[in-house]
């Protein structure tokens, strides 16, 4: 799979059975595509929430084991499910597992419920979450790159911390998920390596001039970071075919749609027609959502529409 845009995959890790998750994860590492991704999520958020859900650090550390190139890591994680100085940890022990694979995905949270049902602390206002985030950003930078160091923050605490065995990336990308105008695009300008959104193409081309803005805010190239996006794809020779997989799916899942996003269905062509825009506005890196049973059509087609894309 060769082009220059990059593929990746978004496994739900709801409503599934392990084998299936775990072998989706190692087939698209045999199809060669550059990432592969799980939630961070301890209830289903697609679907009646008492369904089943396997965890997601654990789901990517698996699959480190078992997969060679396939690029790993959470789409996104919850910042408030670990104290940011346990993730770099994390993150670095994955990092080893894979031979130097890993990919930090972290967002601010926002499944409420979730966090009731767990006794998870520090839920509070969004504005307070996002600003919980931008500093465990900054926190997890300092450990990942070797510094030792204390700090006492607003909201954490680190005395005398240092992350040993340093990460084999010599710089571990940290992505940032999420598109709030005011403060997660702000940390992604200034902290980010990565960025994934999804949306309509002008909803999409408005997150980028605000992005791009925070990033002459604070002196920041927005080349630097990378465009990742995502959505629910579903690729058959027809569309009526692909609408039937697709409904197929939703059933599966207990529901009738796969959220607020656009949904593309059809050929390889339509397929990569629909994407052309985003990669027009600078996104190098299209990520599939796949729900259980992770439609074996659809991955190993994604190379052609990879190829499609490739004079975009």
Not at 94 to 112: M, N, Y
Not at 270 to 285: C, D, I, K, N
Request: aromatic fraction near 8%; hydrophobic fraction near 40%.
């Amino acid at each position: 799979m060769s082009s220059p845009v990059k593929l990746g995959m978004l496994a739900w890790n709801q409503y599934s059975d392990w084998p299936a998750l775990f072998e989706a994860g190692k087939r698209v590492d045999r199809l060669g595509f550059d990432t592969l991704w799980t939630w961070d999520h301890l209830y289903p958020i697609v679907g009646d929430w008492q369904g089943p859900i396997f965890e997601g650090w654990l789901t990517v550390a698996a699959w480190a084991q078992a997969t060679e190139r396939v690029r790993l890591g959470l789409m996104v994680g919850a910042n408030t499910f670990r104290n940011p100085a346990l993730v770099a940890k994390m993150a670095t022990t994955l990092d080893h597992q894979s031979g130097g694979r890993a990919i930090l995905g972290i967002g601010g949270a926002w499944f409420e419920r979730e966090h009731e049902a767990f006794g998870i602390p520090d839920w509070g206002p969004v504005g307070e979450r996002l600003d919980r985030l931008d500093e465990s950003v900054m926190l997890l930078r300092r450990l990942l790159d070797g510094e030792r160091f204390s700090h006492t923050g607003r909201f954490y605490t680190l005395t005398d911390a240092l992350c040993e065995p340093r990460p084999i990336q010599p710089h571990l990308p940290i992505l940032v998920g999420g598109s709030g105008p005011r403060k997660t695009l702000r940390t992604t300008a200034l902290r980010a390596d990565a960025w994934n959104t999804s949306g309509t193409v002008d909803e999409v081309r408005a997150k980028v001039g605000i992005l791009e803005g925070h990033c002459a805010d604070v002196g920041r190239n927005p080349d630097e970071i990378e465009r990742t996006i995502s959505f629910p794809i579903v690729i058959r020779d027809t569309a009526d075919d692909a609408q039937e997989a697709y409904t197929s799916s939703l059933e599966r899942n207990g529901t009738d749609n796969m959220g607020d996003v656009p949904i593309i269905l059809g050929s390889p062509e339509l397929v990569a027609e629909r994407l052309r825009p985003y990669v027009e506005l600078g996104f190098r890196t299209v990520i599939v959502r796949l729900p259980s049973p992770y439609d074996p059509q659809t991955i190993e087609r994604m190379s052609e529409v990879g190829e499609l894309l490739a004079d975009a």
